[in-house]
């Protein structure tokens, strides 16, 4: 058998089941046409999909459906005649009984050429779907993509699916079922001769409906027919020519002029070979879903005792308990679209997906994260699958800053570096402007929320992530640095090369001293020198570097990430102040009334 003809075949098609797809097309008329390794051949394949949402109690009438029955065109639209109002998207098995209703419909506008695809309007609301260009996501579950749609060269949709699993719990929740057409035709142009490819032939495989043959065809691919006549044949009428012209109505008063000519048909010179596949499937329901109502009880068992022993549902949030994880969770969540991240004390904050409250976590002395097991397993089955993965033994104890605030009720009256950080920030900005009568403190940049968002100390999850850390501190307040303005202050040459922080510390000099203004630099120029580290082969002035921090290479990687964050805010503040005090010593005193 030739590669054309195993081709031909379909034995990629026909083998697999559009129903049991990760991604389930539920609409599309895709078309194909490329050359193949036979230079002289050219290869079409035209795939159409149809689909119908149908009460599973209808599923034996549903089964006897075929492309031809199923009608979601291009002119489709609802009707208002002499009987009841037919909606455009449902589908009667006869005058009075509605078979079921479409997925996706598809309308054109006055240009045939251009239309739209619409989907059911139900499935988007009922799983909380958003449209972001050519996709649906699910925001209330990380963003994932549920729907995704693709064109063709015109920019035309012309395939829309749906995720199985998202799909399956939406027919359980309607308990419905989904009949699924599918055809397939694939065609083979020859046109090194009229060699026939495929065996002329029909037959029931894979529970569909196979067939192949073969017909004489032009070098374009027409069909020949034969030799055929056409005939014209018109009135002629003098009324014509008057600027409001009437036709006479009687024939016998008009006179007719007719002609004929032949057309001869065009010689066949190659050889097209055709297959067909249909076949209708039918997709059931999930036997029970998970996204669409509350879970009472969490299906998942966690790690709960010092012996790693695990429990799950009621048993795990009763009596009140508190859970271990590693501190990557945070890292997983955060760096999930959609995750966010709220410090509230230095050691405890708030946790969660965009759309609800988050949940209350703590971290302990070990660098583990506690979070109480009764907010666990009141998560949606997806986020408790999350947590699952990053679980582990108790160790360390409780975090006390989580238990003051959820046992005691005395919440710690801490700040987390991380706050610290935007903190100090917005002082220095506003200490300078006021300094410099007006001018910026920090250059801004486009990415300049992202990067600050991004400085939280559980992204240091090795050691390398302790520079990529120092590179983002650098770029948020290194990088951006006002060297413009600086230079204003630090009485340099215009010629004479030096960077920002050299020349912030000359405008600081100025102020409050060298002395003094090497000691409030120094941080800040170890952390750059940890930056260029994460670039360059490291020498030995990160050890250097790591003193001037107070940060230990082999202490807790978490702790290292909150130390560096606090002293660059610290310094920050430090800073703000030079200038605050420096701006109310040039300023003449008020005056009282």
Request: charge should be neutral; aromatic fraction near 10%.
């Amino acid at each position: 058998m030739t590669e054309n003809e195993k081709w031909l075949r379909m034995g990629d098609l026909i083998g697999r089941k559009s129903s049991a797809c990760v991604w389930v097309p539920i609409w599309g008329y895709v078309e194909e046409q490329y050359p193949g390794n036979d230079v002289p051949c050219r290869y079409d394949e035209c795939r159409i999909y149809n689909s119908l949402l149908v009460s599973t109690e209808k599923k034996k009438e549903a089964m006897r459906l075929g492309l031809s029955d199923l009608h979601p065109k291009i002119d489709r639209y609802a009707v208002i005649g002499r009987g009841p109002y037919l909606s455009a998207h449902v589908e009667r098995d006869g005058y009075d009984s509605v078979l079921g209703t479409y997925l996706v419909i598809q309308r054109c506008y006055v240009d045939r050429g251009d239309y739209c695809v619409n989907i059911d309007q139900d499935l988007l609301l009922d799983l909380r779907l958003k449209h972001e260009g050519d996709k649906w996501v699910r925001p209330c579950e990380a963003y994932c993509e549920v729907i995704r749609a693709s064109r063709d060269k015109k920019g035309h949709i012309n395939l829309i699916e749906i995720k199985s699993e998202y799909l399956k719990d939406w027919l359980c929740v309607r308990k419905q079922g989904l009949v699924l057409v599918c055809n397939f035709e694939r065609r083979v142009l020859n046109r090194d001769g009229n060699e026939i490819i495929a065996k002329p032939e029909k037959k029931r495989v894979g529970g569909g409906n196979f067939e192949a043959w073969n017909y004489g065809c032009d070098k374009d691919g027409n069909g020949v027919l034969g030799d055929w006549t056409v005939e014209t044949c018109g009135y002629e009428d003098n009324a014509s020519d008057e600027d409001v012209p009437v036709f006479d109505a009687r024939k016998e008063t008009r006179k007719m002029n007719a002609s004929k000519r032949v057309v001869k048909a065009a010689k066949i010179v190659n050889c097209m070979s055709m297959s067909r596949f249909t076949r209708t499937e039918w997709m059931a329901p999930a036997r029970r879903q998970r996204r669409m109502t509350f879970e009472e009880e969490g299906e998942l068992a966690f790690i709960c005792e010092a012996d790693g022993r695990k429990k799950k549902g009621n048993a795990l949030a009763y009596p009140p308990r508190y859970l271990w994880f590693s501190n990557g969770i945070l890292q997983k969540i955060f760096g999930t679209r959609g995750g966010w991240v709220k410090w509230i004390t230095q050691e405890t904050g708030l946790i969660g997906f965009d759309g609800e409250s988050g949940v209350h976590f703590g971290v302990n002395r070990i660098g583990l994260v506690n979070v109480f097991a009764k907010d666990i397993v009141e998560m949606v089955w997806w986020q408790q699958e999350i947590w699952k993965s990053y679980n582990v033994s108790p160790d360390g104890g409780v975090c006390t800053e989580l238990t003051d605030a959820q046992q005691r009720c005395d919440p710690a009256r801490t700040c987390a570096p991380e706050s610290l950080l935007h903190m100090a920030f917005d002082q220095v900005t506003f200490a300078y402007a006021c300094f410099s009568k007006g001018d910026q403190f920090f250059l801004p940049f486009d990415s300049i929320s992202e990067v600050g968002n991004s400085i939280q100390r559980f992204n240091v999850q090795t050691k390398d992530d302790v520079l990529r850390l120092a590179k983002q501190i650098t770029r948020l307040i290194i990088e951006t640095l006002n060297q413009k303005s600086f230079r204003k202050f630090a009485q340099v040459e215009k010629t004479e090369k030096i960077g920002s922080l050299k020349l912030l510390e000359r405008v600081l000099a100025g102020c409050v001293g060298e002395c003094r203004a090497y000691n409030l630099m120094s941080p800040l120029h170890a952390i750059y020198t940890l930056r260029n580290s994460d670039s360059h082969i490291p020498g030995g002035d990160i050890e250097k570097a790591f003193d001037t921090l107070g940060m230990t290479p082999e202490g807790q990687l978490i702790r290292q990430g909150g130390r560096m964050i606090f002293v660059a805010a610290k310094a920050l503040h430090e800073i703000a102040i030079v200038f605050k005090d420096a701006f109310e010593l040039s300023s003449p005193p008020s005056v009282k009334k």
